[in-house]
């Protein structure tokens, strides 16, 4: 499975943006998809996820309210909606596809099989 990553940028505080990340090679369906972040210095840390179907979603706290995932199955793509972006929220953006996912671990990167390439949010004060 490939992953391609994108809609990243420079956007002020309480600006919004949309991440997209489309994936190919593969049974889309089949995976759990998810969206991890990493900021300079930092570790990767779970963002959002979400099992096959797409019908329960999970959420890191730090964005609960202000970030939403979704998928469309018939086109092969995750998205990251971002609203009220804060300057913490800058980081560059991986979205992550898992074939057998433990809910349990739904945040641990290791859990997740493939990986896109990043795209970089800059949220400016």
């Known amino acids: 499975v490939q992953l391609q990553a994108s809609g990243g940028g420079l956007v002020q505080a309480g600006g919004s943006l949309r991440l997209s990340c489309a994936a190919s090679?593969?049974?889309?369906?089949?995976?759990?998809m998810g969206w991890f972040r990493q900021a300079p210095g930092k570790e990767r840390e779970f963002v959002a996820a979400?099992?096959?179907?797409?019908?329960?979603?999970y959420s890191a706290d730090s964005v609960k309210g202000r970030f939403t995932i979704s998928r469309d199955n018939a086109k092969n793509t995750v998205y990251l909606q971002m609203n009220s972006l804060k300057p913490e929220d800058t980081a560059v953006y991986y979205c992550?596809?898992?074939?057998?996912?433990?809910?349990?671990?739904?945040?641990?990167?290791?859990?997740?099989?493939?990986w896109g390439q990043g795209t970089q949010v800059t949220v400016s004060s």
């Open positions: 090679g593969g049974t889309f369906s089949s995976y759990a």
């Open positions: 979400l099992r096959r179907s797409g019908g329960t979603k």
């Open positions: 992550a596809a898992a074939y057998g996912l433990i809910l349990s671990s739904i945040a641990n990167p290791q859990q997740y099989d493939y």
